[in-house]
């Protein structure tokens, strides 16, 4: 009896052992689950992560590439816009450009957590802003049909040191996010590996728990069962791991193929670029020096053979060798007209602009086209704006409608109907008048038609031409505000407006002065004490005899360091310098002596006035252009003496 209470007693406090340690087990049990649930949570939440990091930094790897493309596509397509003039390359550049600049904010906005990558994105920025307004500047300049000032800023924005910083700064952006790449690959192996022991200790807990609860054989069976879908998990995150790498090594892969094909790409095209400037440049070159030098030849006929025979008739008749001596200056003149007509053309001769009764300088230039066309061609005009006048460069204008007369003659063989009319808007207040050279030639094709207005294009024999003509014509009328418009059928003749604005009150037009000789008499009660500074001995010489025989008092000087000493030891009333000097030009010049002598009267003179840009350089002095007559040259004196005014009026419109 005592034996079964102690084995009673025994097994009761076994049952009470085995409770007490069921439940100390449970709760181990339940702490341990929801110690591993937090970690296996956890852990799931690091590795999603991680994941996020590697899409984030492939994303910006991405954009990154794309930025690249977007700008090496707008460049190739600013390229062709400068060379071909299509408009829809222009437009393929703006929306490639404005593509870049969407990656690049997206850039910005994604690597905002990354100092060091929104420090690149920052000078990145930069950057293309400046390089943004080199290609908008060449952009804007094919816009107008600049070729050659378009193709010559496309080609320094494609040699400047912008595009090596660019390229640079794409290379350390994707260079800095591979490495944080390499990093969250290493952080998210690490984090998967974690997860994996977390989920293979939750599986073994799971084990425990169900030998535990319910019996030995079916507890170890839900283990095993248990442990393979893990394992099958395991094997499948692995798997999704190896894909997601290849993956990211195959798009690498194929982005720098691209890139690659993208540069050799560009190389190509900039050697084609290359190769076609040369070869236009050639062309260009052949076709100027072919008709410039035809054109010189025939007015230094001219020249040369008038004074021969003015030497040669001086004595027995002096009357014939004067009209020897005036048919070798108007050569002469004509020889400085044509060098005019090509600075006006490269913009590197101001406009002079007047205003000026459009039909009276017609009527008194028609003479002039009626020698130049010839006796067989009949020349009509047909003037309906009496008393309409437009603000114009004068010896321009006259240039234009010379080019057009010209241009008319040869395309009638010489033989036919010229008529120049004008006409007006039909307002009470015109706002625009249009002159209208009219022939019966041959006409033009839809191709020639196309390329009438491209420097250095002729269909005239070499020599007979240098296709300056008609460009000559647009460029003057888009400097006058105006417009040219041109009409033509194959056989029946050519029609050009010149479409130019009225300027009102014509009466407000200042009396021309007149052109007569001046002798040395008339100005000797105004004499002036004159400094010439020209560094061409011969030149030198011409300008001091020319400025005596006016009745000057001139003193010369052919090296402009010495100016400032004789301006000390004479003093003058009139400094007359050249411009271009190989020590110290004009403009410098008188700016040293303005700070000794402020009231120094001054006049320039030179052979080439530079752009309207640079005429800040001369202040408000007067600036003669060589070569010049003697009226021109007492006319420029007279002006450059008189007291300047208090406010200066704009020389260019």
Known sequence: MFERDFDSESDSRRERVRFWLTIGVGAILVGVVVALVLLVTRANDNYDRSLGWQAHSLEVISQTRSLDAALARSEAALGRFAVGLQKEDGRVFQQQWGLAQQYLALLRRNVRDNPKAAGLVKQLTTELDRRGA?????????????????????????HDAALVRIDRLLTELIRNERALLTERNRIAAADRDNLSQAILLFSLLGAAAAVIAIAATFSLIRAEGERRLARREQLAESDRATQLEAAVG?????LAQANLALRNEMTE???????LRQAQKMEAVGQLTGGIAHDFNNMLAVVVGGLELAQRWLVEAPDKAQRHIHNALDGANRAADLTRRLLAFARSEPARPEMMVVDDSIAAFAELIERTIGDRIALTLDLRTPGLAAWLDRQQFENALL??????RDAMEGHGSLTIRTVRDEEDQPAALAVQVIDTGCGMSPEVLARVFDPFYTTKPAGQGTGLGMSQVFAFCRQSDGEVQIQSTE??????????PVVQQPQALPPEIAASPVTASETASEALHILVVEDDPRVLTAT???????????????????????????G????????????LTGPELVAGLKQRWPALAVLFVTGFAGDASEVASFGDHDVLRKPFTLTQLEQAIRRSSDPRPTEKIAAFG
């Open 544 to 570: 001091v005899e020319a400025v005596e025989e006016l009745g000057h008092r001139a003193v010369a000087c052919g090296d402009p360091r010495d100016a400032e000493a004789l301006v000390e030891k004479h």
């Open 250 to 254: 195959d798009r690498t892969a194929e």
């Open 572 to 583: 003058f009333d009139l400094i007359l310098s050249d411009v271009l000097m190989p020590d």
């Open 403 to 408: 080019n057009l007369a010209v241009n008319a």
């Open 134 to 158: 080199q290609l908008g500047d060449a952009a804007l300049s094919a816009n107008y049909r600049q070729t050659i000032a378009a193709i010559s800023k496309y080609n320094a924005a494609g």
């Open 491 to 500: 056989g029946q003749g050519t029609s050009v407006a010149m479409l130019l």
């Open 269 to 275: 095209r900039a050697v084609a670029e290359d190769q």
